[in-house]
């Protein structure tokens, strides 16, 4: 998997937002070869306790909670490179709003720089 992809997941309950989005941040360096994604952690509690969601590092694992896995893909965008070194940067960073800036914008922006 390439690093700095934008990863969506659907999401089925009734309490989460009906999709996830983040960037794929390579693989755990501690001998666990473990993929990890960088998104809004919080989103998942759902759009009306989202707000002091922040920007983590987390497991695909957890990342994808057994559901299916998309890739998004743009006619234009930054290298992988470029969008993991946005991601990386916004590392614990809030923010978090639900119609201005959520996990979606977060994972364009990554990627597109807009």
Same mark, same amino acid.
């Given at each position: 998997? #390439?690093?700095?992809? $934008?990863? &969506?997941?659907?999401?089925?309950?009734?309490? !989460?937002?009906?999709?996830? +989005?983040?960037?794929?941040?390579?693989?755990?360096?501690?001998?666990?070869?473990? #993929?990890?994604?960088? $998104?809004? &952690?919080?989103?998942?509690?759902?759009?009306? !306790?989202?707000?002091?969601? +922040?920007?983590?590092?987390?497991?695909?694992?957890?990342?994808?909670?057994?559901?299916?896995?998309?890739?998004?893909?743009?006619?234009?965008?930054?290298?992988?490179?470029?969008?993991?070194?946005?991601?990386?940067?916004?590392?614990?960073?809030?923010?978090?709003?639900?119609?201005?800036?959520?996990?979606?914008?977060?994972?364009?922006?990554?990627?597109?720089?807009?």
């Amino acid at each position: 998997r #390439p690093l700095g992809e $934008h990863m &969506e997941r659907l999401m089925v309950d009734l309490i !989460s937002l009906p999709e996830h +989005h983040g960037v794929f941040a390579g693989y755990r360096r501690d001998g666990y070869e473990e #993929p990890e994604v960088i $998104h809004f &952690e919080g989103c998942v509690k759902g759009v009306f !306790s989202a707000g002091d969601s +922040h920007i983590s590092r987390t497991s695909m694992a957890e990342f994808t909670r057994g559901q299916t896995l998309f890739v998004q893909t743009y006619d234009t965008r930054l290298s992988g490179m470029e969008a993991y070194y946005r991601a990386n940067w916004a590392l614990s960073k809030q923010g978090y709003h639900c119609q201005t800036f959520n996990c979606e914008h977060f994972a364009v922006w990554c990627c597109t720089g807009t």
